[in-house]
Every structure is written in C-alpha cells, then in structure tokens.
C-alpha cells in the first residue's frame, strides 16, 4: 500500500501556471508507475500524464505542450507543471500509483486525496 498526499492547487488566472506535488510513502517508489488525473464537477475522471520507472511519460492530447510531469525518485515525489492554464483544466487532480504504466484509472490501485485547482477566465 502506498499512501499518496498531492499539494499545490489554488486559483489561477486563464494563462497561468502551478506546480503539483504529489509525495509518497513507498520503500520502493522507484519501481512504481506514477500519474495524473483529474475529475471535474458533473464529469468522468480523466487521465491527464503518466511517467513510467524509466521516465518515460505520456499526456493527453488536451495538455500536451501545456503539462510536464516528472519524477524525483530520491524524494518520492511526483510533480505536474501546468502552464498556459485554462479555464477547461479546472478539475480536483489525482496523483496515482501502480505497477504498470496505463491511461486507465482502474490500473492503478493507490490514489491520493485530491488537489483543486480553478482557472478564472
């Protein structure tokens, strides 16, 4: 079981930028697939960017350009950079953990708590 605590939401004009955090209690977080995703009011959890244990990583078409996601192995930490923020990536966002790389929710079985994170227009 990993526990997984994401920081760094708030409020953002259209066109700014924040950094999610996402720490992580695992002995052996380096072996682990670590991702984004996030849920808007009155939607389906979306996958956002995934980084494979060779950092490899993969976005959705909508933040491609716009996200990077990254991983620091010494801090267990993965981390999200949203930038040219718009007022369609307001959505509480997810980090997640899990033993394969996938877009899909259902692979991953160790989620955190959730961040907001509201762009005004």
């Known amino acids: 079981q990993v526990q997984l605590v994401e920081s760094g939401g708030g409020l953002v004009q259209s066109g700014g930028s924040l950094r999610l955090s996402c720490a992580a209690s695992?002995?052996?977080?380096?072996?682990?697939?670590l991702a984004w995703f996030r849920q808007a009011p009155g939607k389906e959890r979306e996958f956002v960017a995934l980084i494979g244990r060779s950092a490899t990583a993969r976005y959705a078409d909508s933040v491609v350009g716009r996200f990077t996601i990254s991983r620091d192995n010494a801090k267990n930490t993965v981390y999200l950079q949203m930038n040219s923020l718009k007022p369609e990536d307001t959505a509480v966002y997810y980090c997640a953990a899990g033993p394969v790389q996938s877009t899909g929710a259902g692979q991953y079985p160790n989620w955190g708590q959730g961040t907001q994170v509201t762009v005004s227009s």
């Open positions: 695992a002995s052996a977080f380096s072996v682990y697939a």
